[in-house]
Nanobody
Framework: QVQLAESGGGLVQAGGSLGLSCVASGRTSSLYGMGWFRQAPAKEREFVASISASGGDTYYADSVKGRFTISRDNAKNTLYLQMNNLKPEDTAVYYC????????????????WGQGTQVTVSS
């Protein structure tokens, strides 16, 4: 069992930057692939980025590639998402997610979810 808690959402102007964090608790959380998903109003939840348990492999949705960076610090049980050059279409609730033994959550989906944090980008 893994518990996930996001923080760092907020309101930012288009072109600005914002960083999200997700603290994981529970046994062997460092062995889990982790990632970020987002859900905009009236839209389905979509994959944003994923990182392997070791942090050596990262995966991104085409819509955020080159603008977002996912990273993790296993010593702190923390996952990060640095978002640069934000656009109004990035506005969504962002969810931290995890799944044991899977590096790319885009392919397999997530087993555990955080409660979500709101990111709003104004034009």
């Amino acid at each position: 069992q893994v518990q996930l808690a996001e923080s760092g959402g907020g309101l930012v102007q288009a072109g600005g930057s914002l960083g999200l964090s997700c603290v994981a608790s529970g046994r062997t959380s460092s062995l889990y692939g982790m990632g970020w998903f987002r859900q905009a109003p009236a839209k389905e939840r979509e994959f944003v980025a994923s990182i392997s348990a070791s942090g050596g492999d990262t995966y991104y949705a085409d819509s955020v590639k080159g603008r977002f960076t996912i990273s993790r610090d296993n010593a702190k049980n923390t996952l990060y998402l640095q978002m640069n050059n934000l656009k109004p279409e990035d506005t969504a609730v962002y969810y931290c997610a995890a799944r044991f033994g899977v590096p790319n959550l885009a392919q397999s989906g997530a087993r555990y979810w955080g409660q979500g944090t709101q990111v709003t980008v104004s034009s």
